[in-house]
C-alpha cells in the first residue's frame, strides 16, 4: 500500500499562485510516477501533471508555461507550483502515485480562483 498526505490548495485571486505539495509513504517502489489530476463537477478527472522518479515531467497542454512540477525523490514528494491562476483551474486537485503494482489516489484539496 502507498499512502498519500496532500497539503496546499485554498482560494486565491485570478493571476495568483498556490503550490500544492504530496508526499507519499509506505511500498514505494524504486521506478514510479507522481503527479496532480483535477476534476470539476459533472466532467472526468484529467491530467494536470506527472513526473517520473528520474524527475522528467509532463504537463497538460492548458498547464504549460503555468504550472510546475518537481519532485524531491528521497522524500517521496512532489509540489505542484501553479502560477497565472485563472477561474478556469477551479477544481478538486488529486495526488496520484502509480508504479508496476500500486495506482494510489490521495484525499484531494480544493483550489478556487475566483476575485
Known amino acids: 500500500q502507498v499512502q498519500l498526505v496532500e497539503s496546499g490548495g485554498g482560494l486565491v485571486q485570478p493571476g495568483g499562485s498556490l503550490r500544492l505539495s504530496c508526499a507519499a509513504s509506505g511500498s514505494i517502489f524504486n521506478i514510479y510516477t507522481m503527479g496532480w489530476f483535477r476534476q470539476v463537477p459533472g466532467k472526468q478527472r484529467e491530467l494536470v501533471a506527472m513526473i517520473t522518479n528520474e524527475g522528467r515531467p509532463n504537463y497538460a497542454e492548458s498547464v504549460k508555461g503555468r504550472f510546475t512540477i518537481s519532485g524531491d525523490a528521497a522524500k517521496n514528494t512532489v509540489y505542484l507550483q501553479m502560477n497565472s491562476l485563472a477561474p478556469i483551474d477551479t477544481a478538486d486537485y488529486y495526488c496520484?502515485?502509480?508504479?508496476?503494482?500500486?495506482?494510489?489516489w490521495g484525499q484531494g484539496t480544493q483550489v478556487t480562483v475566483s476575485s
Open positions: 496520484n502515485y502509480r508504479d508496476l503494482i500500486y495506482d494510489s
